[in-house]
């Protein structure tokens, strides 16, 4: 019976064990320093500096004075059995 009793405890430990771990543990992560918006950790002094700014945007491509794209121009000559078309 002692065995029994002895098996049930080390089981009980085993299951028990990485819980009691993650209770202790997690107060640590949540105590992180929260940063405001345009912020960011610095760890090495333990404080929020600015953040950098992003780059800038790129440039807009340049308008398009040419054709439209995919878009014709063309003139058939009216002349019966003779197929006689120009186009651009």
Do not use: H, Q
């Amino acid at each position: 019976m002692a065995t029994k009793i002895r098996r049930f405890a080390i089981g009980g430990a085993a299951v028990f064990a990485p819980l009691a771990i993650a209770a202790l543990v997690s107060p640590t992560v949540s105590r992180a320093a929260e940063c405001g918006a345009g912020t960011v950790f610095d760890a090495a002094s333990n404080t929020c500096v600015v953040a950098e700014a992003p780059p800038p945007p790129p440039a807009p491509p340049p308008p398009w004075n040419g054709p439209t794209p995919y878009l014709s121009v063309s003139i058939c000559a009216p002349i019966p059995f003779v197929a006689l078309c120009a186009g651009i």
